[in-house]
């Protein structure tokens, strides 16, 4: 049996605990009874659960093991003798038993794998039976052991909520264990990393070559880990350029929906302003490469200006393009968001729509805005599609917004791409850069509340 038709199966079994259970609460209830705890569904749901959990825990624990047991009865099998010793070929002959045996695969390369193909299918048989029959019999013992505790006074809701609150819980927590997870990996790697190259080289060097011999032998650079362009890139492109092109636009798109835009105008303009923040990124890429970045050359070249077919100004302009969406949509729900009385007690002061935006309604909605504007500059940080294909790849520490610069996302790419070794400086220097990344955005969460909260605090 397939793990979906018994999963289909258990959820049959549940029901049928749900509706059993209920019928047995309901004849608890009646003229001279006493009065049921809870109702009659949330007897219904504690059978149910019952009858359900036990089970499916079971096969959750239960697939690794089957797996490792089906392996370990192959390998023990007389087939399994006459294998190499050499463990890819091993496991290349094995793959293929198993292909033949699941049915996934029609005829062998190797004759080994015909051969052991009966004896995987067998212990697979074998194992799933063991695996459907103690499911069943958990999901039938937990039904029958709910069944028989249910009583006019039974606390089922409590029993249910409590259940509940657990699975709420744990699907918190899961988001929490998740960044715990990603922090520790990349300070385990980052610190592996600092072991082989000095915190201050990397941190204040201005020379990016990561170009390290991979053998001792090997001639070659001993590589050069001055993250400085990098991080200068970053801010150049996603911070500065971005958020010149995005905050402005973005504020005044969303003023012009919420106080002068008639509502024909709001209902069909806002929508076409949210499309810009579906279109996928290689596509802004492409604009920014055959379009913009041509264009932003021959200016340059116009003004006696030496530039680069792929430069700082083109990839920041589309990208600021790109994140318009994120500052209008946070500012236009915050302006819309601050009391209609603020705005008509400016009006009625004698202040003019102008003067009730810029020192009423701007100010009331700066936390709103201020959060769309963070929300844009880590798109912005994160982004690495239109760095590649309209900034390039070479770590330059300048300011001239016509020359070609990286930044953290996209070296992190290009070093982890391919086939790499993880004991080498190359290759770990992509998790430093990724902490360093971590870091800064956190402090920058943290600004960004420290500003809500005083905001917040002025205006309430």
Avoid at 17 to 28: D, E, I, M, N
Avoid at 330 to 351: E, T, W, Y
Avoid at 447 to 452: E, G, K, Q
Wanted: proline share 6%.
């Amino acid at each position: 049996m397939s793990l979906p038709a018994l999963a289909l199966l258990i959820f049959g079994l549940g029901f049928i605990a749900w509706a059993a259970a209920r019928v047995r609460a309901l004849s608890f209830a009646g003229p001279g009874k006493p009065r049921l705890h809870s109702l009659p569904s949330y007897h219904g749901w504690y059978v149910a659960l019952w009858a359900v959990i036990p089970a499916f825990l079971f096969l959750a624990v239960w697939a690794p093991v089957s797996n490792g047991l089906v392996m370990q009865a192959v390998m023990d099998s007389p087939a399994a003798a006459s294998l190499p010793p050499f463990e890819m070929q091993r496991n290349a002959i094995v793959t293929e038993a198993r292909q033949l045996a699941e049915g996934t695969r029609q005829a062998a390369f190797n004759p080994q794998a015909t051969a052991l193909a009966p004896v995987y299918g067998a212990a697979i048989t074998r194992y799933s039976i063991i695996g459907i029959a103690v499911a069943l019999l958990l999901a039938f013992a937990g039904g029958a052991y709910a069944f028989t505790r249910l009583s006019p006074s039974f606390r089922a809701r409590t029993r249910v909520e409590r259940l509940i609150m657990a699975v709420l819980l744990i699907a918190s927590l899961i988001a929490i264990l998740t960044t715990l997870g990603i922090v520790l990996s990349l300070l385990f790697e980052s610190l592996r990393f600092f072991s082989m190259v000095s915190p201050v080289e990397f941190l204040f060097g201005l020379n990016w070559s990561p170009q390290t011999a991979m053998r001792a032998d090997q001639a070659g650079s001993s590589g050069a880990f001055g993250a400085i362009p990098l991080f200068w890139g970053t801010i150049f492109i996603g911070a500065i350029i971005a958020m010149i092109v995005a905050i402005p636009l973005g504020l005044m798109s969303a003023i012009y929906l919420t106080q002068y835009a008639t509502p024909t105008v709001r209902r069909w303009m806002k929508p076409l302003l949210e499309v810009l923040a579906g279109v996928p990124t290689v596509v802004y890429g492409y604009f920014a490469a055959l379009t913009v970045a041509p264009a932003i050359r021959d200016f340059a070249v116009m003004l006696g200006i030496p530039g680069s077919s792929e430069s700082a100004l083109a990839a920041g302009l589309v990208m600021g393009i790109m994140i318009i969406p994120f500052v209008s949509s946070m500012a236009d729900d915050s302006i819309a968001a601050v009391p209609q009385a603020m705005r008509d007690g400016s009006l009625a002061m004698g202040a003019t729509t102008s003067e009730t935006i810029k020192k009423v309604l701007v100010p009331a909605a700066l936390p709103g805005v201020v959060g769309g504007v963070l929300l844009a500059v880590s798109r912005a940080v994160g982004e690495t599609m239109i760095v590649v294909m309209a900034a390039g790849l070479a770590a330059n520490l300048t300011v001239n917004p016509f020359e070609s610069v990286t930044t953290v996302t996209t070296q992190i790419v290009q070093l982890l791409t391919g086939d790499q070794e993880f004991d080498s400086p190359k290759t770990l220097a992509a998790f430093a850069l990724g902490l360093v990344l971590f870091i800064v955005t956190l402090l920058l969460n943290i600004v960004a509340l420290r500003v809500v909260k005083k905001y917040r605090e002025a205006y309430e």
